[in-house]
Nanobody
Framework: EVQLVESGGELVQPGGSLRLSCAAS????????MSWDRQVPGKGREWVST????????TYAGSVKGRFTISRDNAKNTLYLQMDSLKSEDTAVYFC??????????????WGQGTQVTVSS
C-alpha cells in the first residue's frame, strides 16, 4: 500500500546542485516525519536528514549540514532534498523513508527504491 518513489538523481560535477524528490502514496503523508538516507556499495546506509510531519523542524547529518535542505509539500505528498555545493563524497544512492510517527524520534517503516547521485568531474 505504502509507496515511496525517488527521482532526480543524476551525474553532476563537484560544486553543482541537484534536487531530489520523493513521491509518497498509500498513507496520510502529512501525519508522518520523513527522512533521507544514502548508501554507498560496501557501506551501511547513512542517515542524511529528517523533517517532522508539518515541516516545522529539520535535522541534518554533520557531513551535509549547510549544503543540503530538506523540505516537504504536504499538499502534493512530496518530499524534497535540495543538494548544493555537492562533493564527490556525496555520491551514493539516496533513499527516502517514512517514519512511524510525526517526529524524528519514531522509527522507520518504509523505504523507496532509491535514486543514484553521482558527483564527478
Amino acid at each position: 500500500e505504502v509507496q515511496l518513489v525517488e527521482s532526480g538523481g543524476e551525474l553532476v560535477q563537484p560544486g553543482g546542485s541537484l534536487r531530489l524528490s520523493c513521491a509518497a502514496s498509500g498513507f496520510t503523508f502529512s501525519n508522518y516525519a520523513m527522512s533521507w538516507d544514502r548508501q554507498v556499495p560496501g557501506k551501511g546506509r547513512e542517515w542524511v536528514s529528517t523533517i517532522t510531519s508539518g515541516g516545522g523542524r529539520t535535522t541534518y547529518a554533520g557531513s551535509v549540514k549547510g549544503r543540503f535542505t530538506i523540505s516537504r509539500d504536504n499538499a502534493k505528498n512530496t518530499l524534497y532534498l535540495q543538494m548544493d555545493s555537492l562533493k564527490s563524497e556525496d555520491t551514493a544512492v539516496y533513499f527516502c523513508s517514512k517514519h512511524t510517527g510525526a517526529t524524528s524520534s519514531s522509527g522507520r517503516s518504509y523505504w523507496g527504491q532509491g535514486t543514484q547521485v553521482t558527483v564527478s568531474s
